[in-house]
């Protein structure tokens, strides 16, 4: 079981908006940055999302990203086939250690 | 450009201990940042396994802390993982990172599978 609890799986049609939650607690999410990764299928995964908002440069301003409490979303607008992989969010946990979630698997159909 | 390489043996024995070195180009190790391992066993999902920074300070996943070591060779640059006592449970691809703060990785190496098995 993960730290940090996602949806395992997500779909939409192309041009739909879709959201992808990542649910934590106060020692995680609640106190500390989120950050997202996208999985394309048989690669390594990519940073998506840092400081719970901020895109590095390269990524699409179709995906956008949220915190409010101890949960976080990552929004994807306009899809397209090629955003169909997997989403993990992570953070730190004051434990210490950082921790990620289970992994949200986009199907784009 | 950052890169960083992953190498070590793709098959490793009940009991041994599992090490891979992740090579680092485009950047100089000492300069800053972390470097973290991260697995992934056969379809499932990430789990960090720990992190060193420039300076030589570690951070471990408390589940893996009693067998996990990692290590920085400024020289060669590149940093290095030891897991101790592995069991099948082990089999995963193993990702070495930058880490721009802990949990902040970025980039990411290709990877590499590493197979627990007698």
């Known amino acids: 079981q993960s730290v940090l609890t996602q949806p395992p799986s997500a779909s939409g049609t192309p041009g739909q908006r879709v959201t992808i939650s990542c649910s934590g607690s106060?020692?995680?999410?609640?106190?500390?940055?989120v950050y997202w990764y996208q999985q394309l299928p048989g690669t390594a995964p990519k940073l998506l999302i840092y400081?719970?908002?901020q895109r590095p440069s390269g990524v699409p301003d179709r995906f956008s990203g949220s915190k409010s409490g101890t949960s976080a979303s990552l929004a994807i607008s306009g899809l397209r086939s090629e955003d169909e992989a997997d989403y993990y969010c992570?953070?730190?946990?004051?434990?210490?250690?950082?921790?990620f979630g289970g992994g949200t698997k986009l199907t784009v159909l | 450009q950052v890169q960083l390489q992953e190498s070590g043996p793709g098959l490793v024995k009940p009991s041994e201990t599992l090490s891979l070195t992740c090579a680092v180009s485009?950047?100089?190790?000492?300069?800053?940042?972390?470097w973290g391992w991260i697995r992934q066993p056969p379809g499932k999902g990430l789990e960090w396994i720990g992190s060193?920074?420039?300076?030589?300070?570690?951070y471990y996943n408390p589940s893996l802390k009693s067998r996990v070591t990692i290590s920085v060779d400024t020289s060669k640059n590149q940093f290095s993982l030891k897991l101790s006592s592995v069991t099948a449970a082990d089999t995963a691809v193993y990702y070495c990172?930058?880490?721009?703060?802990?949990?902040?990785?970025?980039?990411w190496g290709q990877g590499t599978l590493v197979t627990v098995s007698s």
């Open positions: 990172a930058r880490g721009l703060t802990r949990e902040w990785f970025d980039p």
């Open positions: 485009g950047y100089s190790i000492s300069s800053g940042y972390y």
């Open positions: 060193i920074y420039h300076s030589g300070s570690t």
């Open positions: 106060s020692s995680n999410i609640g106190s500390n940055y």
């Open positions: 400081r719970n908002n």
């Open positions: 992570a953070a730190w946990d004051d434990s210490p250690h950082v921790v």
